[in-house]
Nanobody, 119 residues
Framework: QVQLVESGGGLVQPGGSLRLSCAAS????????MAWYRQVLGKQRELVAT???????KYRDSVKDRFTISRDNVKNTAFLQMISLKPEDTAVYFC?????????????WGQGTQVTVSS
């Protein structure tokens, strides 16, 4: 069974940094796009950043120049390096990936990791 597990969230002061990780496990044939989303309670989930298997990246405007998405294709892991964090970055961050397994191509989500930016 394919699973995505995030880690690395926590409480950080404004201006601080955090690095999130997302590890895919199970019998995986291939991973296409990996992405990070975030959601504030009562609001819609929003796309933060994406990365293709070839390493092409895209970001939402509010995190450009502060967040960096990367991936390790050997370890089936994605990362989100976040610097200069702001209180408005506070949210639950979710990992998402399009994965090929014995079930074919499917969209998978992690359970989420809380990021709180507060003094």
């Amino acid at each position: 069974q394919v699973q995505l597990v995030e880690s690395g969230g926590g409480l950080v002061q404004p201006g601080g940094s955090l690095r999130l990780s997302c590890a895919a496990s199970g019998i995986i044939f291939s991973i296409n796009i990996m992405a990070w989303y975030r959601q504030v309670l009562g609001k819609q989930r929003e796309l933060v950043a994406t990365i293709t298997s070839g390493g092409s990246t895209k970001y939402r405007d509010s995190v450009k120049d502060r967040f960096t998405i990367s991936r390790d294709n050997v370890k089936n892991t994605a990362f989100l390096q976040m610097i200069s964090l702001k209180p408005e970055d506070t949210a639950v961050y979710f990992c998402n990936a399009l994965i090929q397994s014995s079930d074919g191509w499917r969209d998978y989500w992690g359970q989420g990791t809380q990021v709180t930016v507060s003094s």
